[in-house]
């Protein structure tokens, strides 16, 4: 069973990320964490095969988290997913230890897509 741990401040996204993701990529089961605090907390305690990020938390940036999991999980892939424009935004999540990034809004295969690809490295 694979692990994939949602960051996103929005309930609503988590959810629909959520079931996206269960339906596509088969044998996978799904976390959710608000913010920095709460995936910090979750992958302290629990291991993850991937973790599918945000950049505009609430409590902290995303690429500031997306370091402080690289240095605490190296190993785990992290996606980064948002409405930044990639062609801003997925330079500085590449060098900050990205293994992908996703836009938001991008249909159900385009997400599933980007994970499974990240799964797989």
Avoid at 36 to 49: H, P, Y
Avoid at 80 to 106: I, R
Wanted: charged content about 25%; some cysteine.
């Amino acid at each position: 069973m694979r692990r994939i741990l949602l960051v996103d401040d929005s309930g609503e996204v988590r959810r629909s990320v959520r079931a996206v993701l269960e339906d596509l990529l088969p044998n996978t089961i799904c976390g959710e964490a608000a913010g920095a605090r709460d995936a910090l907390s979750a992958v302290g305690r629990e291991r993850w095969d991937l973790v599918l990020l945000d950049l505009s938390l609430p409590d902290c940036s995303g690429l500031d988290l997306l370091r402080d999991l690289r240095r605490l999980c190296p190993a785990v892939p992290v996606v980064v997913m948002s409405f930044h424009p990639e062609a801003e935004y997925s330079a500085a999540a590449e060098a900050a230890g990205a293994a992908g990034y996703v836009a938001k809004g991008s249909s159900p295969e385009v997400i599933a897509g980007a994970c499974a690809a990240a799964l797989v490295r």
